[in-house]
């Protein structure tokens, strides 16, 4: 053993064994430091890391500065006995090797202890110096042993976790752009064909109607390629957060008159502002997907004719941006998983949507350091609300 020093927790109930195994112990070769308490919930508290309240001081100090090697636990003790105190031990701390003191020399006991998780059993009237060093450098090395099984085996569990939500992102990934895509893909077949063998008989209006048909079907296929292209970038660590002095009042108040000139009168979108001073650093195309994100949401799952609410407020060095709408609204079970990748609210129907938006404007929200949240009634309305630092 390469260690210098080991540190045991010796849990002894008995002044006098307590005694003779320091004895023992200051006749060993190895370099010890042994800190002794006589209770089984003492025990646990400071394999925790946790003071005891019969420690002094200088225990307390001492115990900051390192990690127990080894328990030396005692089964009979004043308040627990018997195996459920190995139980008790090892399921409160199962990572510290545990060597079971006792003054019955029972065989069947033995194995049981073993089985309970014990590294060794101990009799104590059979104790001798190099019975008690071995007992204790082999239990550390087995205990060392399994612990790094237990990590190698969660180091294991986690990839393949990961491995199966990477295949189901493949999945859902596939599944999604082929579903989004055969439809303006088909449009804008549908359109060349009517295009192709009808032309002589299309008046001009419906020639105009068919292109317009093919330019929204490719706009709807490019804007997705965009969102894929953006989370991409995300999920690579390459998009990069770039701040530059904004003034925000005039950013949303440009983005509403954008949003309100291709909402027509079909909505009406309501911006106010709050605040002394809407001047901030930050990064204005990020900032551009998290409001455009929000905005073409509230309208997308509104009824025609409502009102949009678009709040800015800014105050104590915050930035709170809220959009609220009078739409179909989420349904609670949905509300936990719609930052999800591709995670769709069970209520949209059939109405167009990549489940890609809420999850690109939590990132742009992240990296700026701020953060979401989601308010919503099914059949009332929903408000998100995104708080971001000024500076």
Known sequence: MEKLTIHILLVEDSPIDAHLLRRIFLHADQQWQML???????AIDVSRGNSASTLDNSQIESLKQ????????????????????????????PDIPVVVLTGLDDENLALQALAEGAQDYLVKDQITIQRLVRA??????????LNQLRESEERTRQALAKEQELNELK?????????????????IQTSVDMLEYNSDKLTGDRRIK???????????????????????????????????????????????????????????????????STQGQMDEDLLNCILTNLLSNAIKYSLQNSNILFDLICKDGLA????????????????THLFQ?????????????????????KKCVELHGGHIQLESEQGVGTIVIVTLPLQ
């Open 36 to 42: 002794h308490v006589e209770r089984l919930s003492e």
């Open 136 to 145: 204790i450098l082999y239990a550390i090395e087995r205990g060392e042993i």
């Open 171 to 187: 999945s859902n990934f596939v599944a999604m752009v082929s579903h989004e895509f055969r439809t303006p893909m088909t449009t």
């Open 320 to 335: 709170t941006f809220q959009v609220k709408d009078q739409g179909i609204g989420i349904p609670l079970k949905d509300q």
């Open 210 to 276: 068919y292109f317009d048909r093919i330019q929204n079907a490719i706009n709807q296929m490019l804007e997705l390629l965009d969102e894929i292209l953006f989370l991409s970038k995300t999920e690579a660590d390459k998009l990069e957060y770039k701040p530059t002095p904004l003034n925000l009042e005039n950013f949303c108040s440009e983005l509403r008159d954008i949003f309100q000139l291709h909402a027509g009168n079909q909505y009406s979108i309501i911006f106010t502002c709050h605040g002394k």
């Open 66 to 93: 390192y990690r127990f090697d080894l328990v030396l636990l005692d089964l009979s003790l004043s308040d627990s006995v018997g195996l459920h105190t190995l139980r008790e031990f090892r399921a409160s701390v």
């Open 341 to 361: 990748t591709f995670y769709r609210g069970s209520n949209v129907g059939g109405i167009q949507g990549t489940g890609l938006g809420l999850t690109i404007v």
